[in-house]
């Protein structure tokens, strides 16, 4: 309960996300009495209820209190909140999610590894919204992304005993990546919606995201979070 009785204290909540290069630190800023309760995250969203309805929200939520911590597309799917029902409602679970979690991980201390995942998922969104040429679920991907960064970093391992594979990891890197370019290159050939002279040049783009996936794939962990990740959103492919 003490997650709780600290957020209740707390007027307006100010996360300011990733700014230059650098995970900002959380602001806290008292108001008038008929207060507000303001997140920022670092996809440049916002969320902001009246102080009633974000404690509604955590009476309706003990989810969020995290003392069973599900993936969050299994917590949203065993909530039966109205309030977020919709695709747009989704959106917000998963920013909320995000952000409760983030008190539970602790947020300066794990600040590099979340930038790390948050730039790799976006990339791996980035990229099957490029193939597949735009659309709302990669929308609404890039604000639910925020949940899975978070749920990542709470499975992370946090200390070098909790490590079970230390082995390099190169030829499985290499062919998870020989195997976005695969993909890359079979449906873009296959493509009839894009002209033939325009070909070349959407392989190139299309590469140019694999190549910072590659970079941004540093251990064993991020490859099968990267994997992960990838299978549990982008499977029709």
């Known amino acids: 309960m003490k997650l709780v009785v600290k957020i209740f204290q707390i007027c ?12 900002a630190k959380a602001i806290a800023t008292p108001l008038a009495t008929d ?11 916002s969320l902001v209820y009246i102080r009633e309805d974000f404690n509604t929200i955590l009476s309706n939520h003990p989810e969020f209190l995290f003392e069973e911590t599900f993936a969050p597309t299994l917590s949203y799917h065993l909530q039966r909140d109205m309030e977020f ?4 409602g989704q959106d917000n679970y998963c920013m909320l999610y995000s952000y409760f979690l983030m008190q539970i991980n602790g947020e300066q201390q794990y600040a590099a590894q979340r930038k790390r995942l948050f730039q790799l998922f976006s990339k791996i969104n980035e990229l099957f919204a490029l ?43 290499q062919l ?13 050939a296959n493509n009839n919606g894009i002209e033939p002279q325009w070909k070349l040049s959407q392989i190139k783009r299309l590469n140019k995201v694999i190549d910072s996936i590659h970079q941004l794939i540093t251990d064993n962990f991020s490859l099968r979070r990267a994997q992960y990740f990838q299978s549990n959103y982008y499977e029709y492919y």
């Open 176 to 188: 998870y990546i020989q195997g976005l370019r695969q993909l890359v290159a079979d449906d873009t």
């Open 131 to 173: 193939i597949e040429q735009g659309g709302t679920y990669f929308g609404h991907q890039h604000k639910r992304l925020l949940a899975e960064v978070e749920y990542a970093i709470y499975l992370m391992p946090k200390d070098e005993n909790e490590l079970r594979k230390t082995y390099a990891i190169d030829k499985q890197k």
């Open 85 to 88: 029902s919709s695709e747009a």
């Open 35 to 45: 207060s507000l309760i303001v997140l920022h995250f670092q996809t440049n969203d």
């Open 12 to 23: 307006i909540v100010i996360l300011l996300g990733y700014q230059n290069g650098a995970f």
